[in-house]
């Protein structure tokens, strides 16, 4: 038990947690109505690891300690190439998509919500993400975090097939459109 303790203890210094939302739930129940709380936490290390947790409970507090475990337990590694995303990417859960591009430097995160606090725990720096569909925030959330699971490595892809990419940034296709036709 004191061993668990102590790793926990490590763990809460290596990561950033984030609230994402906090939302009243209420339960029918024979004697009334039974109040509680979902909290949705974003939780990363800004170095390529992000995990999303929810946590219900009675009191506030409790729900973020819960979320905040759960989304230690559901960290994913997230490739990227320097601060930015190796390719164009299109998370999808439910009725939520989320398409995240990469920008070059100096463009900072262009996204809304629970996509920004993803996006910003996940240690990416420069990007450009829109969210289509669902507004509700845990499915932008699940739906972002997906997208970031099926990145590909950039140097396994060159060695995959057997030449060199470059990675391609928001913009740049209408850049050269414009160059060509002056």
Not at 142 to 157: C, N, V, W
């Amino acid at each position: 038990m004191r061993e668990k303790q102590l790793n926990l203890e490590e763990t809460a210094k290596e990561f950033n947690e984030k609230v994402i939302q906090i939302r009243r739930v209420t339960k029918v129940v024979k004697g009334g109505k039974k109040m509680g709380f979902r909290v949705v936490v974003v939780v990363g290390d800004e170095n390529g690891r992000v995990g999303m947790g929810i946590g219900k409970s009675n009191e506030i507090s409790i729900a973020i300690r819960k979320a905040v475990e759960a989304g230690k337990k559901q960290l994913i590694s997230v490739k990227m190439v320097g601060k930015t995303l190796p390719h164009p990417v299109v998370g999808k859960f439910s009725s939520c998509q989320v398409i995240m591009r990469p920008a070059p430097r100096g463009t900072g995160v262009i996204a809304g919500g629970a996509v920004r606090i993803i996006l910003e725990l996940a240690g990416i720096r420069d990007v450009v993400a829109k969210s289509i569909g669902s507004p509700n925030a845990i499915n932008v959330a699940r739906a972002t975090i997906q997208g970031l699971s099926i990145l590909k490595d950039i140097e396994g892809e060159m060695k995959r097939r057997g030449k060199p990419l470059k990675i391609r940034f928001v913009g740049e296709e209408a850049a050269v459109a414009q160059g060509a036709s002056e």
